[in-house]
């Protein structure tokens, strides 16, 4: 099982990025598709979820309606779109697959940096 997180990098306040997971190894089209993130010195916290369909999604409060999470079963990848970050948008996110929504994640990738600059 892979999950390869990619596209962090440094932006701006009010900037954009959008991250990608691309997975293998396992039934990418039957799992939930999770992102989460942790900052320096905090815990892992969730951010988005996206059901196996694409039919449903799920974001935590402090993201709703910055961020904007995907999938392309057909590519067995995974996406979030983030827009107007802040800098305490600054975490390693990791994409993760499960088959709950918030929590109980089977499958995690390595994570990808995202640094928000003020």
């Known amino acids: 099982v892979q999950l390869q997180a990619s596209g962090g990098g440094l932006v701006q306040a009010g900037g954009s990025l959008r991250l990608s997971c691309a997975a293998s190894?396992?039934?990418?089209?039957?799992?939930?598709m999770g992102w989460f993130r942790q900052a320096p010195g905090k815990e892992r916290e969730f951010v988005a979820v996206?059901?196996?369909?694409?039919?449903?999604?799920d974001y935590a409060d402090s993201v709703e309606g910055r961020f904007t999470i995907s999938r392309d079963n057909a590519k067995n990848t995974v996406y979030l779109r983030m827009n107007s970050l802040v800098p305490e948008d600054t975490a390693v996110y990791y994409c993760?697959?499960?088959?709950?929504?918030?929590?109980?994640?089977?499958?995690w990738g390595q994570g990808t940096l995202v640094t928000v600059s003020s």
């Open positions: 996206i059901t196996w369909s694409g039919g449903s999604t």
């Open positions: 190894g396992f039934a990418f089209s039957y799992y939930n």
């Open positions: 993760a697959a499960g088959r709950s929504m918030r929590a109980n994640y089977n499958y």
